[in-house]
């Protein structure tokens, strides 16, 4: 029996998404689960995976078409089974059209010939690219094959496509034999360069519109804290050494361990405030902030309450790495309860976040940093990091916070906890 692929839902509030580009061609056998599509919404690009196995029997909808979710895109049949596509062609939102260049304007110049040693993809591979780069490159009208890539594995990254636009752009012609000296006039005022409107990409609306809200919805208040890493980096180390070549507990990995745990005796801070009243949600489900070319997006470690912490910093770093590469999955993005936003890798040594609604908090982290500290009456060296929890004041109140920064201080206070439980 033929089954109808359809505009899947890949997230709590995408109400359409635009096909980038098919992955199988009409007659070629699809298995399920295998990718069929790549799409954008408004957070990351997908691969979405083929829901049945059969032969790609029909193609709904051209690629660089935005439709709503549940929009029919394609259909998947056996190999001997005869379809009919739909009678009604789906409602399509096209991109805006290409300008039209003016009269008298010389055609654009021939690509480039690739760097010489450019790594070549066989016929029909998929060059590693990120999002950015993609979209940069089809707006230009470029073949990813063309570039060399300098990113992790040899991917593709908008440095790179920069790097091969300037290297296509004509060179200057040679300046003329130099004059004889003539009195220099006294120049004209230089007119102030014209602003210039940047295209703002839809993981950057999204970014803007839930920001906003979050902001002139929910009362936000500020938590800060500062907590001794002293015996943290020590037992860091030494977990570290432990594990080898298996892995790598980074402090983050330490910080979402300790919020998990402290998060259990306070169920107000893993909660929604909804009009008419507060949802609880029992599962721990922690946010992890990722900064990517295109702007910021989060991912879910689930049940981080109940993970070894060997397990929650494998996870992380396979989150962290599928949305640098773009192959987020739709439960990658989506069921946080609380975030966790850390710039300590910028040697950030305080800042504030914004609340990731529907959440009712967010734990900005900043650096661990060595400070003069007061030891047994002695002047010492300890190292210290800086922690603030936004909070929604409909949902929680100041000293609720408190109690919980405390509970998170003593599990990374006393590092041995983190193991036990």
């Known amino acids: 029996m033929a089954t109808t692929v359809t505009m899947p839902k890949m997230g709590f509030d995408m109400v359409e998404g635009k096909l980038l580009r098919w992955l199988k061609k009409v007659g070629e056998p699809v298995k399920a689960g295998e990718p069929l599509a790549e799409i954008e919404t408004e957070k990351v690009n997908i691969e979405f995976e083929a829901p049945a196995s059969g032969v ?13 979710v549940g929009t029919p895109i394609a259909i998947i049949a056996a190999p001997d089974e005869l379809v009919e596509a739909p009678a009604t062609a789906p409602a399509v939102r096209e991109g805006p059209p290409l300008p039209t260049p003016a009269p008298g304007t010389p055609p654009p110049p021939a690509p480039a010939p690739a760097p010489v040693g450019a790594p070549t993809p066989p016929p029909g591979g998929r060059v590693k690219a990120s999002p950015l780069a993609r979209r940069l490159a089809r707006e230009a009208g470029i073949d990813l094959r063309e570039i060399s890539g300098t990113g992790p594995g040899g991917r593709v990254v908008k440095r790179d ?82 594990l080898g070549e298996r892995g790598k507990v980074t402090v983050n990995d330490m910080v979402v361990k300790a919020a998990a745990l402290a998060l259990r005796e306070f169920p107000a801070l893993r909660s929604s405030y909804q009009e008419g009243g507060i949802v609880r949600h029992e599962a721990i489900h922690i946010g992890i902030a990722v900064a990517l070319e295109e702007g ?62 529907p959440e009712a908090a967010i734990m900005a982290v900043g650096s661990v940093r060595e400070v003069p500290v007061v030891k047994n009456g002695q002047l010492a060296i300890g190292q210290r990091m800086k922690v603030t929890v936004s909070a929604d004041h409909r949902v929680t109140d100041g000293a609720e916070v408190a109690r919980f920064l405390q509970v998170f201080r003593r599990y990374l206070e006393n590092p041995l906890l983190l193991l036990v439980e």
Do not use: C
Not at 56 to 68: D, Q, W
Not at 186 to 196: D, I, N, S
Not at 324 to 346: A, C, H, Q, W, Y
């Open 56 to 68: 790609l029997k029909a193609v709904l909808i051209e690629e660089g078409t935005t439709v709503p």
């Open 161 to 242: 496509v920069d790097r091969y636009l300037q290297a296509r752009t004509p060179a200057a012609a040679p300046p003329p034999p130099a004059a004889a000296p003539i009195p220099t006039p006294v120049p004209a005022p230089v007119p102030t360069p014209a602003p210039t409107a940047v295209p703002v990409n839809p993981l950057r609306q999204a970014i803007a519109r839930r920001m906003t809200a979050s902001k002139q919805t929910a009362p936000h208040f500020y938590v800060t804290v500062e907590v001794d890493m002293d015996e943290a980096m020590a037992w860091r180390a030494r977990i570290n050494e432990a």
């Open 296 to 357: 910021l997006i989060t991912v879910v470690l689930r049940d981080a309450d109940r993970k070894p912490l060997a397990q929650i910093a494998r996870e992380s770093k396979e989150l962290v790495e599928r949305a640098r590469s773009g192959k987020v999955r739709p439960e990658d993005i989506e069921g946080s309860v609380f975030t966790v936003s850390n710039l300590g890798m910028f040697d950030v040594e305080h800042f504030i976040a914004i609340i990731n609604p």
